[in-house]
């Protein structure tokens, strides 16, 4: 098949369906399987992130290419028509997301002391040296208090803003990359059905679009993609897993 046919063909291919919103069913599907997938292994007791994550990437993978043999399927030529058969659509013509004490007064104390205060000069020292210690140890202590306390504080709400800055770089890697596989959705798919439908008219198959090539032709295009996402996915857990050593969950933390 020379090169001018294939044009013709992902050209016509390419106005004849919306890919882009087939593409868009196709991730939803994929990402919503993979909250799925890390939901199941967490019922299964896989609650380290370092691993339920990067599986759930993994395994959503796999449903993305279920995905695209279920839409090849669908735009198979048998399906829109019986009678026709591959060469016909391979020779389509082109149509047109503190706190501190209260003071502490001195007493004077006789304490039997002579007629020169000896006695009562020993209870003044004493007593002063209470009222002096007295407030310092308070302070002291109400100030370790409002340290520990606001070391408390501190502590609530950097957990959550850790966690939440994790999950928006997760999030952002995988829109980013999502836009970039819906903006190439109408080559992906065209190249995927023109690879499928080309082996099935070459064996003489049925006119269903049911051959491997197509799979070759799908991960060539989307392999870097998820592979980002399973990179940041592995990052992201692992810092979770870091910070937040006992939790198994996202809502454990923001709790």
Partial sequence: MNIKKKENFVSAFRN????????????LATACSGLLFSKLFLAFSVENFIIRY???????YLIFFICIKLWLLYVSPKRRNQTSN????????TPS?????????????????SFDGGGASASIELDSLVAVET???????????????AGDLLGEVAGPAIAIGILVVLLVTILGNAIFVFSE?????????????????????????????????????????FASICAVAF?????LQYYFPEATRISDILR
């Fill in 16 to 27: 004849r369906h919306p890919l882009r919103i087939h593409m868009s069913a196709i991730l």
């Fill in 54 to 60: 990067p599986l759930a990437v993994i395994f959503s």
């Fill in 86 to 93: 591959a060469s016909d659509w391979l020779d389509l013509p």
């Fill in 97 to 113: 997301s503190g706190g501190s004490s209260g003071d502490h007064i001195p007493t004077f104390h006789g304490g039997g002391g």
């Fill in 135 to 149: 407030p310092i140890s308070s302070i002291s202590e109400g100030a370790s208090g409002a340290a520990d306390g």
């Fill in 185 to 225: 959705a109408p080559m992906i798919l065209s190249e995927a059905a023109f690879e499928g439908l080309l082996a099935a008219s070459l064996m003489k198959k049925a006119t269903i679009i049911d051959d491997e090539n197509w799979i070759g032709s799908i991960f060539k295009t989307t392999w870097k993609p």
């Fill in 235 to 239: 990052l992201a857990a692992l810092a």
